[in-house]
């Protein structure tokens, strides 16, 4: 079993609920440290334009590129559910290092501001996953725009999709996310 994300990106309204839950739950001070990122896309020109948002964690990939590139084997995958996670004692520092996040194709490892911070992400909140509750983030979404749970049963329920606006499927590393993603409306033929 390798557990998962789905992002239904028809559904996020960019409200930073999950983001903020995820900072509250884990003590992460305010700061550039956001283990739930949110990016506004913006394309086209009026009168067609789009306007999506991103929600994105760590994608717990199947191939994790930031596990091969770390020197101190810091990171790690959970053998029973594919979690990624990191030891942060064995991090050799953002002075020092850095290699997981020049690795990773979704730029996940974060780094605090001070001196020779040690890597953080998302660990899919282990704690509550292995007291079968929901990562924070899901549970507080007021959209209802994040699931998560074994890949293969979110590919059962909501298809596979792979992409969307603002995120592209890395086959490498195979990311352990699926998405509903927001199509850009094409432009009008009228007139």
Known sequence: MHLGFYFDQTRCTGCHTCNVACKDWHDIDAGPVNWMRLTT??????????????????????????????PADAIAKTADDG????????????????????????????????ANAKMQKCDLCLDRVRQGEQPICVEACPMWALDFGPLEQLKAKYGAATEAAGFAYVPEARPAIIFKPKKMP???LSG
């Open 41 to 70: 896309i913006e394309r086209g020109r009026f009168p067609n334009v789009f306007v999506a948002w991103l929600a994105l964690p760590c994608c717990h990939c199947e191939q994790p590129n930031c596990i091969a590139a770390c």
């Open 83 to 114: 979690i990624v996670v990191v030891d942060r004692e064995l991090c050799l520092g953002k002075d020092k290092c850095q290699l997981c996040f020049e690795a990773c194709p979704y730029h996940v490892p974060q780094f605090g501001a001070e």
């Open 186 to 188: 094409s432009p009008s």
